[in-house]
């Protein structure tokens, strides 16, 4: 599902969601989880501050457009953005930047701050993608583009030591939840098909599973992480390794080795980071699976 690989023949689809959702994040296969968004992927779960208390942030509010029409030179401005090529991440970032020193506040703005974070983000400027993603959704709290990529990335992005990590865990949880929302209430836009829709819709609600349940899986609540990952692997047509490694990860946690077994080799024969890994924890946890008493009938 990643738009820069175009990961499982997504890409594309993704393409005919652009008015849709602003921008179609392409994810997963960019960084392969245990690279340089890992965090300690490839290790079991460490003893972590608990959250502290956040206001999630406010979503849905609209401001009122009392702008004049857009002259000429704005129009060319943004058609210019628009026009680069779906990988041409550094024309992207330079005709965006461009737009928005000419015409701060301009009638395109959310729409291209919120492309700009995507395109920072395949660029590896994770600071510029999450200042232009708050001013996206200080335009826009409902951005579901914006949403799924920050709410993916920044528990990729953990690190346990920055005095940012829990506050950002928190809004992380909040804005894939907030997606997950949008994206289970979305009608079908006028100009894709029905199978276009449904494809895109799945690939983004995996998306927004995969990001939630990652969030819990850093603050060890497992029974949670569980169930989002299920989701994830569940709508993803062909399941992530490392999706596939957090909940074997997880469900080994929870005891449920029979269950952590499936995912380990699941995850075993799926290329990624993890694959290794998961053909080694394997064996162990077989041993624990056949060690288990059969639950009563």
């Known amino acids: ?5 175009n990961r499982h023949g997504i890409g594309h689809l993704m393409l005919v969601f652009v008015v849709w959702l602003g921008f179609s994040p392409n994810l997963r296969a960019q960084s392969g989880y245990g690279g340089q968004y890992g965090g300690g992927l490839n290790s079991e779960p460490q003893n972590q501050p608990k959250l502290a208390p956040t206001t999630p942030p406010k979503t849905g509010a609209q401001p009122v457009n009392t702008l004049p029409p857009p002259n000429p030179e704005e129009e060319k401005a943004y058609k210019s953005f628009t026009d680069t090529k779906p990988d041409a991440y550094d ?17 395109y703005e959310e729409q291209v701050y919120a492309r700009l ?61 907030r997606a997950i929302e949008l994206l289970s209430a979305m009608p079908k836009p006028d100009n894709i098909t029905d199978e276009q829709f449904a494809k895109a819709k799945t690939a983004s609600l995996a998306q927004a599973h995969s990001g939630l349940g990652l969030v819990y899986f850093r603050q060890q609540q497992f029974e949670k992480s569980v169930a989002e990952m299920q989701q994830a692997v569940k709508l993803d047509t062909t399941p992530d390794s490392v999706d596939l490694y957090i909940l074997a990860v997880g469900l080994n ?45």
Request: hydrophobic share 35%.
């Open 91 to 107: 024309q992207q970032i330079q005709a965006g930047e461009e737009y928005i020193h000419k015409y701060p506040g301009g009638h």
């Open 253 to 297: 946690q929870l005891k449920r080795y029979p269950e952590a077994a499936d995912a380990y080799e699941k995850c075993a024969a799926t290329p990624g980071a993890v694959q290794d890994r998961c053909k080694q924890r394997l064996l162990e946890v077989k041993k624990l699976a056949a060690a288990q008493p059969a639950p009563p009938k």
């Open 1 to 5: 599902m990643k738009f820069l690989l």
């Open 117 to 177: 974070a995507n395109a920072y983000f395949q660029k590896n400027q994770l600071d510029k993608m999450y200042g232009a993603a708050d001013k996206a959704l200080a335009l826009n709290g409902d951005d579901v583009s914006v949403l799924v990529l920050v709410g993916w990335v920044m528990p990729h992005n953990y690190d346990p030591n920055d005095p940012e990590a829990e506050r950002r865990l928190t809004k992380a949880e909040h804005y894939e939840t």
